[in-house]
């Protein structure tokens, strides 16, 4: 005979045992609240980096492990939380939503829509935090990655895999360069995400409309973070903007990433820091300021064929106050990169846009990343650059110059304004070696240097109308055969004479 009694006893018993032995390990109560960090005690068995929720449904990520409590970023307005809450763990390590569904749409560094264009149905998701591909996995840099931007594509080429650094002080072009690279990889299989850390909402918006007016937007994504919203939430978002690049790599396909700007980044990791009591270093930075942003820029890389060849190329940018680049952040960042465009101040109030100073920019992937044509007219162009600077800095203390250096000196001015470039117009490959070679082989010498720019626009027009098959050769075969060089000849030649 069953006693009814007894079983319900038992029964009780061991819902009694099995509701305390959930709330030991898995609920814990807030005991400090204030900028956006709590400290949460009874979270023992906590993981690093996992996400904790909040009454209210905020999460939080863990950041420190202490013997009596943890301490938690929290990734939202710290305002409804309050001592005593209870806090719950979630299990999951932070993650965000990835694949197709992320393009052509804003989010926030979770992964949420912020265009207000409904929900996102992502079907994976992963962690923000991953190991970057071992030595074995890697391969070198060697297919090229098209700026449109004659300056870099010649002189300061980016690979695809590669990390190139844009610095320059604010206001000098720097996502100027980032937006047009992004425009030109329309139609190249290029996916892009674009992280904008800090920025206006209203500078955003812009972005946005500026590469939905180009019909860049469709294999685009923006993680945006404003300058308003907590300092954890700018600190994951290159980490998110990241995972969301390596799931296509992984699938083989090549991925650009942006991340505007990793001065305030690092800027908001000290804010983090600081508030978790973590010790401060040089210029108040924590101590692993420097394992931050190389942990993030080293997931960059060609993966090798049995990985499935996919790449991410990272462009990160930082901002310089007058110039320095021998501050903390900017040589830490110089130092885990594979080259850096400088941009000047100067350059750019002199109406040389983009205002690239080709002396101490450099790329250390260098011509293993260039189409065999580019390379046949870069170098030329290097040494011409290079020449023409080191004499424009001693002409200007001679009188009267003899005429080969004047000559040099004149060409290296139409040089110049050869890389002068407009924005949002960037140029196919064939279209730049055709300018270069026009002007590397002194056929601009006669032309006013203030009708360059207008002599570009025109002449690309002339050879696509007239003499487009030389385009497509160097196109199609990526080099500038002597068959070829005869026909730009010819065709520059008839140009000019119209010109």
């Not at 001592?83 to 390590?93: F, L, M, N, P, S």
Request: charged share 20%; with cysteine.
């Amino acid at each position: 005979m069953i006693n009814a009694d007894e079983i319900a006893g038992i029964i009780k018993q061991r819902i009694a045992s099995y509701a305390t032995g959930t709330n030991e390990a898995e609920i814990g109560t807030v005991i400090e609240v204030g900028d956006n960090i709590a400290r949460i005690y009874g979270l023992d068995n906590a993981q690093s980096s996992e996400l904790v929720e909040f009454p209210n449904g905020l999460n939080g990520i863990v950041l420190n492990l202490e013997e009596d409590s943890v301490g938690v970023a929290i990734m939202g307005p710290d305002t409804d939380i309050k001592e005593g809450d209870k806090v719950r763990r979630t299990g999951r390590i932070a993650s965000v939503p990835v694949g197709e569904a992320m393009l052509g749409r804003v989010v926030n560094p979770l992964g949420q829509p912020v265009d207000g264009k409904g929900e996102i149905r992502a079907s994976e998701y992963r962690t923000i935090e991953n190991t970057a591909p071992t030595v074995i996995e890697r391969q070198g840099v060697k297919q090229p990655l098209q700026t449109g931007i004659r300056a870099i594509d010649a002189l300061i080429p980016i690979g695809k895999g590669q990390r190139e650094l844009i610095i320059g002080d604010r206001g000098t072009g720097k996502t100027a360069i980032a937006i047009d690279t992004i425009i030109n990889q329309r139609g190249q299989n290029v996916i892009c995400i674009y992280v904008a850390i800090g920025q206006k909402n209203s500078t955003v918006a812009a972005l946005q409309q500026t590469l939905e007016k180009h019909d860049a937007m469709e294999y685009t994504t923006i993680v945006a973070v404003s300058a308003a919203e907590p300092a954890s939430l700018k600190w994951i978002a290159p980490f998110a903007g990241c995972a969301m690049a390596e799931y296509f790599m992984y699938q083989g396909k090549d991925v650009l990433v942006i991340y505007d700007d990793l001065t305030r980044h690092a800027q908001a990791y000290r804010e983090v820091s600081l508030l978790l009591r973590r010790p401060p270093g040089r210029e108040a930075y924590p101590g692993d300021i420097f394992f931050l942003h190389s942990r993030l820029l080293e997931r960059a890389a060609k993966l090798s064929d049995e990985k499935g060849a996919g790449s991410i190329t990272a462009l990160p940018i930082i901002e310089t106050q007058a110039g320095d680049v021998s501050a903390y952040i900017p040589t830490n960042v110089i130092s885990i990169t594979d080259g850096q465009i400088y941009l000047q101040n100067g350059l750019f109030f002199q109406g040389i846009r983009p205002a690239v100073d080709v002396g101490i920019s450099v790329s250390r992937v260098g011509s293993s990343a260039q189409t065999k044509a580019m390379k046949s007219v870069a170098g030329r162009l290097k040494l011409d650059l290079a020449q023409y600077r080191e004499l424009a800095a001693f002409s200007k203390l001679a009188s009267d110059l003899d005429k080969a250096t004047q000559q040099q000196l004149n060409r290296g001015d139409k040089m110049t304004q050869v890389l002068v470039q407009p924005q949002l117009s960037p140029q196919p490959m064939e279209d730049q070696v055709a300018v270069i070679f026009a002007a590397t082989r002194g056929h601009l010498d006669a032309i006013a240097t203030n009708r360059i720019g207008d002599w570009v626009k025109r002449f690309v027009g002339y050879v696509h109308e007239k003499h487009s098959a030389v385009a497509d050769t160097i196109r199609e075969t990526g080099a500038l055969s002597a068959d070829a060089e005869k026909q730009l000849i010819a065709a520059i030649e008839d140009f000019n004479k119209g010109f």
